[in-house]
């Protein structure tokens, strides 16, 4: 080092100069060098990365449970039945959004919700006795959401995150929306968002409808239209997601604890998959970004993408178009009722 140092005093200053360009050069040159390097990783990490986004990612979560009778099973078997058809159908893990107000005093239904998590499902709150926000004050709608909060808390497989009652937000009360919203936040609930709804709801009391008036029914066709509609609302839903994202976030299925879905769950499992789908953990959907968007919109009811194409103004369809009465109706008539 002295060396060099009595060198560079023995130089005339262009000299120096041109010597301190010369390790200028030298330096820029290494550090090109390096970074080079870099891209070649980061270019497989990147392109995995897009693949990954590019998949279709779909959980899958059931409403309401402990549910009572439906058109064909009572609420004792229907569990085992969904339980079995979920393992059948390879869902790993789906998200059960529980009302606890439900639970007998028996206690039979707790034990039937201790099971599917037993079985690597998780509960999540779905208040305690399912009133929707628009029909009820901030505050009495809170106090809903804590009584099932502490039923649920000590319970395996417990999640905290919430669910709204009939995805209602408050509709058109910012005020009360917003009171909720802050209400969830200090409590450390995470809102259990859906971006796929193909009204199973609404599926099932028809097929109750129509069992209790003694009208024939057409099973296959039942089976190929809850699939059918399931499907396409996934879709939908895909491509609204890429309209407003653009990209493709991990997609949430709203479902219910019915019949239907323990009859079915495990061909509409398999049908998602030969359309491309990749069926993912719960956990999965809201550790997405897409878990950190409020939407504002005029209305707050209905699945996430719906509100926020809503808050957007977005043009083209926001809602599926199977999700009205008057077309869920002539499809079920058409071509499930035999008589």
Known sequence: MRHIA??????????????DIATLLALALFVLFIWQQGPKASAAEKHESAAAINVKRIAISFDDAPR???????????????????????????????NPGRVSAAAAEQGQLVNYAAHGHVLANHTATHKPLSQ????AFLADIDAAEKWLKPLPGYRPWFRFPRLDEGRRDKVKRDAVRDGLKKRGLRNGYVTADGWDW????????????GRKIDM????????????????????????????????????????????YIDDLAAALRRDG???V????????????????????????LEMLAWEKQLSGGRWFPRNNIETANKLFASRVLLD
Do not use: C
């Open 6 to 19: 009595a060198k560079i005093s023995r130089m005339a200053w262009t000299d120096i100069i041109a010597f």
């Open 68 to 98: 009572g009778p439906g058109a064909f099973l009572d609420g004792d078997k229907r569990p085992a039945m969904l339980i079995a058809a979920l393992k059948k159908g390879g869902v790993t893990q789906a998200a059960f959004f529980v």
């Open 136 to 139: 009820v004050s901030a505050q």
């Open 202 to 213: 609404y599926l099932e009391a028809q097929t109750i409808r129509a069992k209790k008036a």
């Open 220 to 263: 296959a066709a039942l089976r190929k239209l809850y699939i059918e509609t399931h499907l396409e609302s996934a879709n939908f839903s895909d491509r609204l997601a890429r309209r407003l994202l653009g990209r493709r976030p991990v997609q949430m299925l709203l479902l219910h604890e019915t019949d239907l879905a323990a009859l």
């Open 277 to 279: 789908w990749e069926i």
């Open 281 to 304: 953990t719960a956990d999965s959907v809201y550790n997405d970004p897409m878990a950190q968007i409020s939407p504002d919109p005029d209305f707050a009811d209905g699945t996430l």
